[in-house]
């Protein structure tokens, strides 16, 4: 009973990092329209630039995690304003910014691989906090309640800014039609770039403490995000965030006991065949009104 | 360069052509699907298995890998094709990624991390050429088909094309099926000239070279494939003296200087069309917009 309370722990920690991840690819493919196959290497980047301040640089960890977070939000909004914004304003159809987001994957992933070299590495044990906090019986570790308390945080900022501000507004407003936006003195420009730079910033704090929880930082720790945010999102649905961060700790519950109880070895199988079930399940649900959306 | 390393470098150049076509195969049909990847992994560990444990001649393997990716790319139609396109080429993308697990861990099929050994006797000019002909020839009848017609209205717009009596979802299963016997016998070859495999050889780098290949090359005629994998693959190469490991960097900006300025790739008989029919007719008037005589969608609204 015991195990099972602390891997339901370990699990809740590990799919908050998820559901974070799926926040913020859930807000691009809403509120823009993208399919960002980039997304991942934001997180990747923000893992690595922080662990770059640590490890090399010895800046204090929190200080090197927000320049981290700041710099994968940059990413992000660099993204838009070289490659998403030309192709809007051309009017380029669906595919086009898939295939340009690909387009800065590659970039951004080999950069990161050049960077980074092929070798995994750890944050220096005495620059991070590791001690861990005895809750009741449970032994819960610096980097998972952090995790936890991110994802609460993130979800009801990002929810409140979304449904109960101006800024929402504006964002639903530019995300329907840029230019009836701006019509109703919206400056659509500054809110896709916004919207750009929160979304990957929230992946940059889920690389960050991604790599963190691991204690390892490598070049892929953005690809196995993008997999399981995808998941999360395909399942949750995008048209409302708090959608995808349940379906995202549910993931991580998922992966952590079926590890356990099941075998490690099909961890990332049972994900998978939940996100293929889904898929063919249920599209209707979750994707309907397909033919009526016009090229 | 030397010769040597030139001619084995226009054989991949070769291979990824086969796997760009088989991409485009599904692109005609209005679906972004990077899938091919996955049924050229199945065919080629299907005939380095069979070849290393039955002694499965090489013929029978390439026939074999057009039947298992045709097979395959059915079913894939059957299980993705309701999805919007958006996760469509997610969920195809993901079935790349997937793939790699497979190998990994079915170690007794595919020898796992350590990959697998495959004879090497297709791995000849005659057998691409021939593989790069065929495809080239099914395309070329097919464009001039009523499959064509309807493949060009439904990648255009699913519901006029419905409205016109065309299902476009039958259209997309068929696109589905030529999509993976292509892709399948990109794999026997791509393992033929390597006479290895491994967990990385059908992985995302191959999905993104041949979808550059593609998009580069031009996506609305069957030439532009072959044309952009051929480019796309000396490119790097060349690239390789000046760039170091920073060659596919190159690769991606490319990717996405080309989708933002030359949307429809370098073979574009519309294009061609367009300037020829410019040309016949009086010089263009002052205030003509004559810098841009492509697609209507780049007109700026």
């Known amino acids: 009973?015991?195990?099972?309370?602390?891997?339901?722990?370990?699990?809740?920690?590990?799919?908050?990092?998820?559901?974070?991840?799926?926040?913020?690819?859930?807000?691009?493919?809403?509120?823009?329209?993208?399919?960002?196959?980039?997304?991942?290497?934001?997180?990747?980047?923000?893992?690595?630039?922080?662990?770059?301040?640590?490890?090399?640089?010895?800046?204090?960890?929190?200080?090197?995690?927000?320049?981290?977070?700041?710099?994968?939000?940059?990413?992000?909004?660099?993204?838009?304003?070289?490659?998403?914004?030309?192709?809007?304003?051309?009017?380029?159809?669906?595919?086009a910014p898939i295939i340009a987001s690909i387009g800065i994957w590659i970039v951004l992933l080999s950069m990161a691989e050049a960077f980074a070299g092929p070798t995994t590495k750890s944050y220096p044990v005495a620059a991070v906090p590791a001690t861990p906090i005895q809750i009741g019986g449970l032994i819960v570790l610096p980097a998972h309640l952090m995790s936890i308390a991110a994802l609460v945080i993130v979800v009801t900022v990002v929810h409140l800014l979304l449904n109960r501000s101006r800024f929402g507004s504006a964002v639903r407003a530019v995300s329907v039609d840029p230019r009836s936006a701006t019509i109703v003195g919206v400056d659509a420009r500054r809110t896709l770039l916004a919207v750009a730079f929160l979304a990957a910033a929230i992946a940059g704090l889920a690389g960050v403490l991604a790599a963190f929880s691991d204690n390892n930082v490598s070049f892929g720790l953005g690809e196995a995000l993008l997999l399981?945010?995808?998941?999360?999102?395909?399942?949750?649905?995008?048209?409302?965030?708090?959608?995808?961060?349940?379906?995202?700790?549910?993931?991580?519950?998922?992966?952590?006991?079926?590890?356990?109880?099941?075998?490690?070895?099909?961890?990332?199988?049972?994900?998978?065949?939940?996100?293929?079930?889904?898929?063919?399940?249920?599209?209707?649900?979750?994707?309907?009104?397909?033919?009526?959306?016009?090229? | 360069m030397s010769t040597t390393a030139w001619i084995t470098t226009l054989q991949f150049a070769g291979v990824n052509a086969l796997f760009a076509?088989?991409?485009?195969?599904?692109?005609?049909?209005?679906?972004?699907?990077?899938?091919?990847?996955?049924?050229?992994?199945?065919?080629?560990?299907?005939?380095?298995?069979?070849?290393?444990?039955?002694?499965?001649?090489?013929?029978?393997?390439?026939?074999?890998?057009?039947?298992?990716?045709?097979?395959?790319?059915?079913?894939?139609?059957?299980?993705?094709?309701?999805?919007?396109?958006?996760?469509?080429?997610?969920?195809?993308?993901?079935?790349?990624?997937?793939?790699?697990?497979?190998?990994?861990?079915?170690?007794?099929?595919?020898?796992?991390?350590?990959?697998?050994?495959v004879p090497g006797e297709l791995g000849t000019w005659l057998w691409l050429i021939g593989c790069l002909v065929v495809a080239g020839y099914v395309l070329a009848r097919l464009a001039k088909s009523r499959f064509g017609m309807a493949a060009d209205a439904v990648r255009e717009d699913a519901a006029v094309a419905q409205t016109l009596g065309i299902s476009p979802r039958r259209i997309q299963l068929v696109g589905f099926v030529i999509s993976g016997a292509f892709g399948g016998a990109a794999g026997v070859m791509q393992a033929s000239f390597l006479q290895y495999i491994g967990p990385d050889t059908f992985y995302t780098h191959l999905g993104f070279v041949t979808l550059a290949a593609v998009v580069l090359g031009g996506a609305f005629h069957w030439a532009g494939p072959i044309v952009g994998a051929i480019v796309f693959t000396i490119l790097p190469e060349l690239l390789k003296d000046v760039m170091g490991e920073y060659d596919r960097v190159v690769t991606g900006v490319l990717l996405v200087v080309i989708i933002i300025f030359v949307p429809r790739g370098l073979v574009d008989l519309r294009r061609v069309r367009l300037l020829r029919a410019r040309s016949r007719q009086d010089p263009p008037r002052a205030g003509d917009d004559s810098a841009r005589p492509t697609a209507p969608q780049e007109v700026t609204a």
């Open chain 1, 1 to 95: 009973m015991e195990l099972l309370a602390q891997q339901l722990v370990n699990g809740i920690a590990l799919g908050s990092v998820y559901a974070l991840f799926a926040i913020g690819f859930a807000l691009i493919l809403a509120r823009m329209g993208i399919l960002n196959v980039a997304h991942g290497t934001f997180a990747t980047w923000g893992a690595l630039s922080s662990y770059w301040l640590v490890a090399e640089r010895g800046v204090d960890f929190w200080i090197a995690a927000l320049v981290g977070i700041a710099f994968a939000g940059l990413l992000g909004v660099l993204s838009d304003v070289l490659a998403f914004a030309p192709l809007r304003k051309r009017n380029a159809g669906m595919f």
């Open chain 1, 228 to 295: 399981k945010g995808f998941a999360a999102v395909v399942v949750g649905g995008y048209g409302d965030i708090r959608g995808a961060a349940a379906v995202g700790v549910a993931i991580g519950v998922l992966e952590v006991l079926s590890s356990q109880y099941i075998s490690s070895g099909f961890r990332d199988a049972i994900t998978f065949g939940v996100l293929l079930f889904v898929l063919v399940v249920r599209p209707q649900g979750i994707f309907g009104e397909r033919q009526l959306v016009r090229a």
């Open chain 2, 21 to 117: 076509l088989s991409i485009y195969a599904t692109l005609w049909t209005g679906v972004l699907s990077l899938a091919p990847i996955f049924f050229g992994a199945v065919g080629a560990f299907t005939f380095g298995y069979l070849a290393g444990t039955v002694g499965l001649s090489p013929f029978l393997g390439l026939v074999l890998g057009v039947v298992l990716g045709a097979a395959l790319g059915a079913l894939t139609a059957a299980l993705v094709i309701r999805l919007d396109s958006h996760y469509l080429a997610m969920a195809t993308i993901a079935m790349v990624l997937i793939g790699r697990v497979l190998v990994v861990n079915l170690t007794e099929l595919t020898g796992g991390a350590a990959g697998t050994l």
